[in-house]
């Protein structure tokens, strides 16, 4: 699958952007303007942007804790997304979903959750709606290498086997599950080899590349609505920052952090690759200095935007 110039300069806008928002948030946080914690996906910009990209709005996501990046590369405003996170009624949830709930259903975004594994089961019954409706449509979901062991994690994958759903599940290995590092956590020695023993054909593949990324979820998109039946990817990637606000960091060495930040950031290889191809550094520039302006000013227009009242918190709530 071939990708033209102007989808080539999408994908680099949609990382960057993603980038620059959560470098925002951390600084936000720092300053003691952000509270509570929240999940930084620094460093796996190109899943995100490579596998929301490759669908169309009327396909269907379900997201993570670690879900601003899949928000914004299905198309959200970063406006509504920063006054979310600030508990303002401009947010996406009227500033009452903070960091791990924000959802945007007109957007195709059913919302991240904070459950670990919880995106899943929401993912097979979405697509168990999308095949009784006949809709020529199909739902990815995102969840990381900790949802593994999980049992929702087989449930999902057995009903979505068995009834033959139009789903993509789309693990994002970045590694660690917390603190506990993915090749000690997970019995078997591959990830892929869980979904094949349901039936899904599985491919492990490069996270970090974003056109690898891109051209495996058009793929399969387009054999899930030709063939049938779910497919599976895991998406090798890496986080730069702790699990959380809280994480401090100790389990890992900076060797090893700052390999994958000089030999593997999405950003770097992706901008190098595009200059080889002939791409001007100017237009690139461009780009970086479009997307500053965009942050700085969603970032102003969302401190100003009011804060959630106190009185109605319980106004969109159910028993």
């Not at 957007?107 to 020529?136: E, F």
């Not at 063939?227 to 920052?241: A, D, N, S």
């Not at 002939?278 to 500053?292: C, M, P, Q």
Request: hydrophobic share 35%; proline share 1%; with cysteine.
């Amino acid at each position: 699958m071939s990708l033209d110039n102007n989808k080539k300069l999408e994908l680099f806008r949609m990382m960057l952007l993603i980038r620059l928002f959560e470098e925002a948030l951390e600084e936000m946080f720092s300053r003691g303007i952000l509270h509570g914690t929240m999940h930084l996906s620094i460093g796996q910009e190109a899943t995100a942007t490579g596998a929301c990209l490759a669908l169309t709005k009327e396909d269907l996501i379900t997201s993570t804790h670690r879900g601003h990046g899949h928000c914004l590369a299905k198309g959200a405003d970063t406006f509504r997304m920063f006054a979310e996170l600030l508990g303002r009624e401009d947010g996406y949830c009227r500033g009452r979903g903070g960091s791990m709930h924000i959802a945007d259903l007109s957007n195709g975004n059913l919302g991240a959750n904070g459950v670990v594994a919880g995106s899943l089961t929401i993912a097979v019954g979405a697509g168990h709606s999308l095949k009784m409706q006949k809709k020529d449509n199909v739902i990815l979901c995102f969840f990381g290498d900790g949802a593994v062991n999980e049992g929702s994690f087989h449930e999902a994958l057995n009903l979505a086997s068995l009834w033959e759903l139009p789903v993509i599940f789309l693990c994002e290995n970045n590694q660690y599950g917390m603190s506990m590092a993915s090749e000690n956590a997970i019995a078997g020695g591959s990830i892929t080899k869980r979904a094949e023993s349901y039936g899904i054909e599985s491919i492990s593949i490069d996270g970090n590349d974003v056109e690898n990324v891109y051209e495996t979820v058009a793929g399969f998109k387009e054999s899930i609505l030709s063939k049938g039946k779910p497919r599976f990817i895991e998406c090798v990637t890496y986080r730069y920052r702790g699990h959380s606000k809280s994480d401090r960091n100790l389990y890992r060495t900076d060797e090893e952090i700052n390999f994958w930040k000089e030999e593997k950031d999405p950003l770097i290889r992706f901008s190098g690759k595009l200059l080889e191809e002939g791409f001007k550094k100017s237009d690139l520039e461009n780009i970086e200095n479009e997307v500053k302006e965009e942050i700085k000013n969603s970032v102003k227009k969302a401190l100003e935007s009011p804060e959630s009242s106190e009185t109605n918190l319980e106004e969109d709530s159910y028993a």
